[in-house]
């Protein structure tokens, strides 16, 4: 999925919630069963959502779903439009999903194409040598090759079919993996049925001092939520539009738990009647989750006048470089604190390699195999490290804007867990919120080549590890400098293509001829490279991929 922009993040808190719902009267209009009056404005609240996707794939209005959805659920105006945002939520995100899903889909069909062409090439060899167990096995290869190519064309054909009809493919309202469970006999039905009707949300408004429908209230230390029941007010008639009037809802109240973080935010946040948008989630388990999410729209702008500090996100921890205004390392002040307090469970679970050149690598072994809160906990002290080292010098944050997405994941059992186990969306997240509850500007930019830049470049005049180089070269790109070939740089590729002996590219001893023809582009390519504009010299297929290439055959 796409990240949002910068002016779009917003600050999710999660709390727990325990209603008081004895004495509410039920309705015998809307109330199935034995559920209580707030088990019914869920299921009435899930049921609307569902209605209006259906109605929003036919083009109904705005206005029509809110007429309509009063008098089939005996919602407020409020709930019936928020169950249509949750609707045209889902709607959009299959749509964009689509798109990512059909370019996913093209690269994974491309790349078992070639795998399948490399088995049949094996195959015809070993039949004319006359393997006969190589040939059984390099056979059962090919089929399942075929088999996997059959498939993802299959579902390429699908997707593409909706794209064109501006359709999406089928939504399973409460979870398709449930669902499926369900079909193998493995769920109860009712189990899936109370995933669809175990959620209520309401959308935040400023003029009505938060949210006029689901409110958090402050009771002496701690907290309390509120929820309107609109299927129990009475009805008063129909305003000017033809839609119902109704009274003033009764509300289920209860007690809000929250961590204790998050609680003096969120009680200035009540105090100013700032907008929040908030939903109730009853889980499986019978306990009442809540999800409070405030706009962090108000993020400082970044100034990069002064420099920068740059963060380069790895698995077990990060690379930082104080860069200058002028594109290069500063030294770090010497009461800049490295060791946060409370750290201790061991012996090093907390490695910061300082250069007082203006470089740092702090690591963490443990972020990279760890599980649950533990996680968790150690990304929550990276960030406050990260962003105080940010706000003590006085300048933004840079970091850049990676992620890995489905279609690197492939057969290779050892990169698919360290991508899928890379904790980059929780650090660069923990650092964004950080910096905003710190006033603290940040930037993302452009992640393309900056590990090949860094090793090529800085790696070697530095003395410092590819992550830190990495580091600085994001921070030169946020600032705006080129990467231009320096003389340096050309020396060393010149005395490569230059080597004899041993080390002269040729099979088998590690440079081959591929290498040669990497040289020879190269030669080409930097006589031009520093005249080129920046977005030239930073395209995917640019110079850089070729220097990446390099590095990775002489390794």
Known sequence: MPRPKQEAMSLTICGE??????????????????????????RLFGSCMRWA???????MS???????????????????DDARLKAQAVWDSQKELLGIEIGETETKLRRARKKLGQAMRKLEKVRVKGDRVATDKLHLTVQGRQARVQKLASKLAELQAHQEAGTIPKVVFGGRGLWRKVCRGKVSKETWRAARRGRLYARGDETK??????????????????????HLAEAKGTDALGRPRTGKAPRVEGKLWLPEKHRGFVRQGVAMGLPYAAEVVRGLDGRYRVKLTWSLAGMVKADLGNGCLAVDINPDGVALCHVGADGGPRPWPDHLVWMPDGLGKYPGEWQATVHPNGF???RIPE???TRGNRREYLIGVLAKVVVDAAKLLGKPLVMEDLAFGKDRLDTNRRFNRMASQFPYAKVSEALLRRAWKERVAIKAVNPRHTSTIGHWKYERRYGVVIHCSAALTIGRRALGCREKITRELRERIHKLKAQKGR????????????VKALLGRL???????????????????GIWLDFKRLALALR
């Open 209 to 230: 001092g938060g949210n006029p429908n689901i409110r958090v209230r402050v009771r002496g230390e701690g907290f309390g939520l509120a929820v309107a029941l609109s």
């Open 17 to 42: 919630w325990f209603p008081e719902t004895g004495g509410l009267p039920r309705s015998e209009a809307w109330a199935r069963g034995e559920e209580t009056a707030l088990e019914t404005e869920m």
């Open 360 to 362: 740092a690598y702090v």
């Open 503 to 514: 080390s002269l590219p040729k099979e088998g001893q590690g440079m081959t001829r591929s």
């Open 367 to 369: 972020l990279a195999y």
């Open 62 to 80: 705005r206005e029509e779903i809110k007429k309509r959805g009063q008098v089939l659920f005996g919602l407020n105006s409020r709930y019936v």
């Open 523 to 541: 030669e080409t390519k930097m006589v031009v490279h520093n005249s080129s504009a920046t977005w030239q010299q930073e395209r995917p297929l």
């Open 53 to 59: 996707f259906g109605r929003l794939q036919e083009g």
